[in-house]
């Protein structure tokens, strides 16, 4: 039985920590499901994987296109789709337009939406009345970057004040989860303390209900990665040997053998 958003609420309080990684591709859908990743994201860090400096270009096309492809791959994990920038902050009929398409066309089974001021709390709020499951994202938001850049977020009283109220806000709301992004730990605590619905913590410490992180800076194959993503094996490197490998082979005949 593929995993829901409302287990994702009662691991929380079981104290079962949920583990959460981005695919972009069929491939990489199907290896994270079949280990047994409880939550796969349709990151729009896709945008760096397709070449783009930030998350602001993608368009919501390029978004579906892998995000059917993630979905063809997985079968018990939750797939949430991260809606790309300028396609839910118009109104709320442009945020239920993408998110129709995000369920209807990839069968993501929730979307995630940047922020936590009052008209996207209002967003997540329609979007939840309607039938769509909404993952809230706080902190470091992406897709803000021209004004926040990508520092921590949340380091001084006044702005870690705002983010609590903000996560109190999305969870009224109906958001089914939060992703608390580059923020001090000690807040994320704070936060995740004050929540019924589970945090996923990324650059937010370890006392968040699960973590997340962008699968190609875990393998090494990002071409930046932030400060707070843990490089688990160096695919880059492994990849660049393979292709070494090979090309001497072919130019000293040694590859196909007889
Ligand atoms: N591959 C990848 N991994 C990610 O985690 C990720 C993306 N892409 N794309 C969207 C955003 C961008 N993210 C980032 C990227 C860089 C920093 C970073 O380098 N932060 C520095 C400060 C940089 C600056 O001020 O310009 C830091 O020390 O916090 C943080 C988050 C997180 N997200
Ligand atoms: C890093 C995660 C939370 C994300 O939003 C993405 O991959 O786009
Ligand atoms: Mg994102």
């Known amino acids: 039985m593929p995993i829901t958003t409302q287990q994702l609420i009662q691991w929380k309080q079981q104290g079962r920590t949920i583990v959460a990684l981005t695919a972009w591709d069929y491939i990489t859908g199907r290896l994270l499901d079949a280990t047994g990743v409880d939550l796969i994201l349709v990151g729009d860090s896709l945008a760096g ?8 270009p993608l368009t919501l096309e390029e978004m579906l296109h892998h995000a059917k492809a993630v979905r063809r791959g997985v079968k018990n ?5 991260d809606l790309p920038f300028l396609t839910y ?11 129709g398409r995000a369920l209807k066309e990839a069968g993501a ?20 009345q309607a039938g769509v499951p909404v993952m809230g994202h706080i902190g470091l938001t992406p897709q803000s970057v ?3 850049g990508l520092r921590q977020q949340g380091k001084t009283p006044t702005d870690g004040e705002r983010l609590i109220s903000e996560a109190i806000a999305l969870e009224a709301a109906g958001a089914f989860s939060i992703v608390l992004e580059h923020i001090p730990s000690e807040l994320a605590i704070e936060i995740t303390q004050k929540l019924t619905i589970p945090t996923i913590g990324i650059g937010a410490g370890s006392g968040c209900d699960g973590q997340v992180l962008v699968t190609s800076d875990l393998l090494g194959l990002s071409e930046r990665q932030p400060p707070f993503a843990k490089m688990y094996v160096n695919l880059s490197d492994a990849i660049a040997q393979a292709v070494q490998e090979f090309a001497r082979e072919v130019r000293d005949r040694k590859f196909p053998e007889e």
């Open 109 to 128: 089974q929730a979307v995630k939406i940047e922020g936590g001021y009052p008209a996207i709390v209002e967003t997540v709020a329609q979007l939840v």
């Open 77 to 81: 994990a939750l797939v949430v789709f």
């Open 89 to 99: 902050q118009e109104s709320f009929q442009q945020a239920m337009h993408s998110a």
């Open 49 to 56: 994987m397709l070449g783009y400096e930030t998350t602001i």
């Open 146 to 148: 021209h004004q926040l």
